[in-house]
Every structure is written in C-alpha cells, then in structure tokens.
C-alpha cells in the first residue's frame, strides 16, 4: 500500500495566525497513537502569512479511510473547521514515487 498525504487548507482570521496555530497544536495533540497516522505539519504560505497548509501523512488510504469514518474524527478536527480557507477544498494524494535524501528510488507499493 501507498502512503497518502491529506491537505487542508485555512486562513488566518483578522486577529493573526495564532488562532490557526493554536488549532492546529489542539488537534495534533489529539491525534497522537491514531493507527496509521505517520505524521503531520502546519506550513505558512512564504508570501502570504495569513494562509496555512496542514499536511498529514498516513501509512495507507485504507488508514486514513478508517480515521476518517470513525466517531473521533469530526470532534478532533473541530476547532481548525472554521478557520478553512473557503477557496480550497481539502484534497488526497496518494503516493506513487519518492526518492530518499541520497537519491535512491523508494519502493512505494500500489
């Protein structure tokens, strides 16, 4: 199986990126021991510090699908929902090559 990168977008409100920040830490913290979960960033927009990217990786589609559907995912993502940035959809991607940091082609199964 492939790992999968889940992407969700938000926006700062007027008062700053600490409300994004701090949603952010909140969910994170939840999440430690979800089955599958690999990991997860907050990254800001270089040129727009009002704009945010949550990358979550997980070991497989079927993973995230599991988390997804289960009784703890809507609570957990709750305080980033209304700080999503209304332009962008949150969007998968499923992994189908990497290469590691001394350029060797990774084994990424489908």
């Keep these: 199986m492939s790992r999968v990168r889940v992407m969700i977008w938000a926006v700062a409100p ?3 990126p600490a409300a994004v920040e701090a949603a952010y830490h909140e969910i994170s913290a939840q999440l430690v021991g979800t089955p599958g979960l690999l990991g997860n960033q907050l990254m800001r927009a270089a040129r727009d510090p009002g704009r945010f990217v949550v990358v979550s990786e997980w070991a497989s589609m079927a993973d995230f699908a599991a988390w997804e559907q289960g009784a703890s995912h809507k609570p957990a993502t709750s305080p980033l929902r209304p700080l999503q940035d209304p332009d962008r959809r949150p969007v998968i991607y499923e992994e189908v ?5 001394s350029g060797v082609l990774a084994d990424v199964a489908h």
Excluded: Q, T
């Design 14 to 16: 007027a008062g700053g």
């Design 97 to 101: 090559a990497a290469y590691d940091e």
